[in-house]
């Protein structure tokens, strides 16, 4: 995607398993539980982080919930309040403010979004990092709506980032593109912060995001970036480049983000057609660990 769009989310104010040994038991061997193994994936292994949102709120151990703050460059706060964990799915939802309010960098915010991490709780330099979620891109009415499953690294010290899944919202005649990304979604690999170097991937047309459950992942490994759909490839970004190297040097570790903003100043910013209440669903995330 073009990095504008990138850079509207990536500048944030106030950012707030082992294994089990194995025994026996007389003749019969001791296996662990399930949640403690971890999800099994040929070629992976186990799963080192995973969540299938079962209960009725987030677990802390894993997740940080962004409250009472807000992003330079989309047109909504973030709210915990729009954080819930429900019927085995996270739910992220955007909602329009009954009031707007006016943020202390001038801009007038007339919706509230909301994000959840993994800062500082997990992060992973080479893995597999698979979600099934529902985006909000229905037709006609998702305009400014902009959801997305993404990693940085940790201290932010490099430019380097990877979009598992983002999604726009419905089409705007607002939209610096003839582009439609009704029901679709990018995966991309961000080089640096600025309006050049990603590379990108999309879902492919006439796919259901929003009312179907869809597959998205993406394995980084010492050979480069893959991003899959729907068990199907869309993304293939090589480490081998000099702009590579430098988005991300080894030993650098990268945490998970969950965002649901709205307004875009690419894609466009919500219309009287944008439906409030709208959210990203989630029914889980996991992350194997490289092997090689």
Do not use: C
């Not at 047309?205 to 597959?215: A, K, V």
């Not at 991300?248 to 910013?269: C, D, E, H, M």
Request: charged residues 20%; proline residues 5%.
């Amino acid at each position: 995607m073009p990095m504008d769009q990138a850079i509207t989310r990536r500048r944030a104010l106030g950012y707030g398993g082992a294994g089990v040994a194995a025994a026996l038991l007389g003749s019969a061997a001791w296996a662990p539980p399930a949640e403690a193994a971890g999800t099994y994936r040929s070629g992976w292994g186990n799963a080192v982080f995973e969540d299938d949102f079962s209960g009725s709120s987030l677990s802390s151990s894993r997740w940080n919930v962004r409250d009472r703050t807000y992003l330079s460059h989309d047109w909504s706060t973030i709210s915990a309040a729009n954080v819930a964990v429900a019927a085995g799915a996270l739910k992220l939802t955007a909602r329009k403010l009954a009031s707007p309010v006016t943020t202390s960098d001038g801009r007038r915010r007339e919706w509230s979004g909301a994000e959840v991490n993994t800062l500082g709780k997990f992060s992973l330099e080479h893995g597999r990092w698979e979600v099934r979620a529902k985006m909000p891109a229905a037709p006609n009415r998702s305009v400014g709506l902009w959801a997305a499953v993404w990693l940085r690294p940790d201290d932010g010290s490099v430019p380097g980032e990877v979009d598992i899944v983002e999604s726009y919202g419905s089409k705007s005649s607002q939209a610096k593109t003839k582009f439609d990304p009704t029901s679709r979604a990018e995966t991309t690999v961000h080089f640096n912060q600025r309006r050049t170097g990603s590379l990108h991937g999309w879902s492919p047309s006439g796919t259901d995001i929003y009312s179907r459950w869809n597959t998205w992942a993406v394995e980084k490994t010492p050979a480069g970036v893959r991003g899959f759909f729907n068990g199907e490839k869309i993304l293939d970004v090589p480490s081998g480049t000099a702009a590579y190297r430098a988005a991300f040097p080894a030993g650098k570790k990268l945490n998970l983000r969950i965002s649901f903003q709205v307004g875009n100043s690419y894609w466009g910013r919500p219309t009287a057609a944008t439906a409030s209440g709208q959210s990203m669903e989630l029914d889980y995330v996991r992350v194997w660990k490289h092997q090689g």
